[in-house]
């Protein structure tokens, strides 16, 4: 939503007391954005130690998980409000590396404590978890991707054990091969330059859905 000039200067020109109270009235309809100027003026914690904090969070969350498992809808229940979690963590923090490595280890503790059970269950059971994965995994790569390549090497090795972990994961493997997934980029890292052209297309014709 754009402002008009007029109303802007009529805001500017509203007494501070005033100014403060529509503020607050605002700021709690948007928590995200209350949660934002709060980090930004009053957190002492930095961006790291935000990001430590979500990783412990996701860890303990994905165990808990793991011991209370009963169906794949379940797991992707749990994933994806850890996924929002993480959204929410790079909204307020504008933590673009983070989004990557917060997002690997969601992916690659899921599967380091699931992925035989859910190579076990019936490919109709464990479809929706595995192509919200398979999605996850395309978002991964290409945000690394737009992250300077000297910061590569820093995912390679998440990359490569989610791509051994998906390669030994029947139910995980027919999703990849049926919606353009090649493991071979995950395994040997290696990326193709034109991956976002592969992924539009792919969205285009109906796949990853």
Same mark, same amino acid.
């Given at each position: 939503?754009?402002?008009?000039?007029?109303?802007?200067?009529?805001?500017?020109?509203l007494?501070?007391?005033?100014?403060?109270?529509?503020? @607050?009235?605002?700021l709690?309809?948007?928590l995200?954005?209350?949660?934002? @100027?709060?980090?930004?003026?009053?957190?002492?914690?930095?961006?790291?130690?935000?990001?430590e904090?979500l990783?412990?969070?996701?860890?303990?969350?994905?165990?808990?998980?793991?011991?209370?498992y009963?169906?794949?809808?379940?797991l992707l229940?749990?994933?994806?409000?850890?996924?929002?979690?993480?959204?929410?963590h790079?909204?307020?923090?504008?933590?673009?590396?983070?989004?990557?490595?917060?997002?690997?280890?969601?992916?690659?503790?899921?599967?380091?404590?699931?992925?035989?059970?859910?190579?076990?269950?019936k490919?109709?059971?464990?479809y929706?978890l595995?192509?919200?994965?398979?999605?996850?995994?395309?978002?991964?790569?290409?945000?690394?991707?737009?992250q300077?390549?000297?910061?590569?090497?820093?995912?390679?090795?998440?990359?490569?054990?989610?791509?051994?972990?998906?390669?030994?994961?029947?139910?995980?493997?027919?999703t990849?091969?049926?919606?353009? @997934?090649?493991?071979?980029?995950?395994?040997g890292?290696?990326?193709?330059e034109?991956?976002?052209?592969?992924?539009?297309n792919?969205?285009?014709?109906?796949?990853?859905?």
């Amino acid at each position: 939503m754009t402002f008009d000039p007029e109303f802007k200067k009529a805001l500017q020109l509203l007494p501070s007391d005033e100014k403060d109270r529509l503020i @607050l009235r605002l700021l709690k309809r948007d928590l995200l954005l209350a949660n934002k @100027l709060r980090f930004e003026l009053v957190d002492t914690d930095t961006v790291p130690d935000k990001r430590e904090q979500l990783k412990n969070s996701i860890i303990k969350r994905i165990e808990l998980a793991t011991d209370r498992y009963y169906s794949p809808g379940y797991l992707l229940m749990e994933v994806r409000d850890i996924s929002g979690k993480i959204n929410e963590h790079v909204s307020i923090t504008k933590d673009k590396p983070g989004e990557i490595i917060l997002n690997c280890l969601m992916l690659r503790h899921l599967l380091e404590l699931n992925n035989q059970r859910l190579g076990a269950e019936k490919y109709g059971h464990a479809y929706t978890l595995c192509i919200y994965i398979v999605a996850r995994i395309f978002k991964i790569l290409m945000l690394i991707q737009k992250q300077h390549e000297d910061l590569h090497i820093e995912f390679k090795e998440d990359i490569e054990i989610i791509g051994k972990l998906l390669g030994n994961n029947p139910n995980l493997m027919k999703t990849a091969i049926h919606n353009g @997934l090649d493991v071979n980029w995950l395994i040997g890292f290696n990326i193709p330059e034109n991956l976002i052209d592969i992924y539009k297309n792919l969205r285009e014709n109906g796949f990853l859905k």
